[in-house]
Nanobody, 123 residues
């Protein structure tokens, strides 16, 4: 039961860029926020970024602010995460998620999730 599907993951060198895309159906609606989360082995899932349904309001983890940019297209029902200046500590499984409500940093508030896509940053 995958409600959202991520694409664009892979291996990238430090300092490189990568763009992730998330596609879904029936979730890019008014009041539905889209979030990106990541999880490294042995660590808790943490928010990367989140965006509101129509106002363009966003939030970012301090660790990615200025390097990552989130966007969404409600007509196409897609959301992207542009990642620049990637570093090894950005390595992990990245998930796209959706919730009915405003952007949130808390993973448990999102009840629709993609399967995740692996991002590995190394030389």
């Amino acid at each position: 039961q995958v409600h959202l599907v991520e694409s664009g993951g892979g291996l990238v060198q430090p300092g490189g860029s990568l763009r992730l895309s998330c596609a879904g159906s029936g979730l890019f609606l008014p009041h539905f926020a889209i979030g990106w989360f990541r999880q490294a082995p042995g660590k808790e899932r943490e928010v990367v970024s989140s965006i509101s349904s129509h106002t363009g309001g966003t939030l970012y983890a301090d660790s990615v602010k200025g390097r990552f940019t989130i966007s969404r297209d409600n007509d196409k029902e897609t959301a992207d995460l542009q990642m620049n200046s990637l570093q090894p500590e950005d390595t992990g499984v990245y998930y796209c998620a959706a919730r009915w409500g405003p952007p949130s940093k808390q993973a448990h508030e999102y009840n629709y999730w993609g399967q995740g896509t692996q991002i590995t940053v190394s030389s």
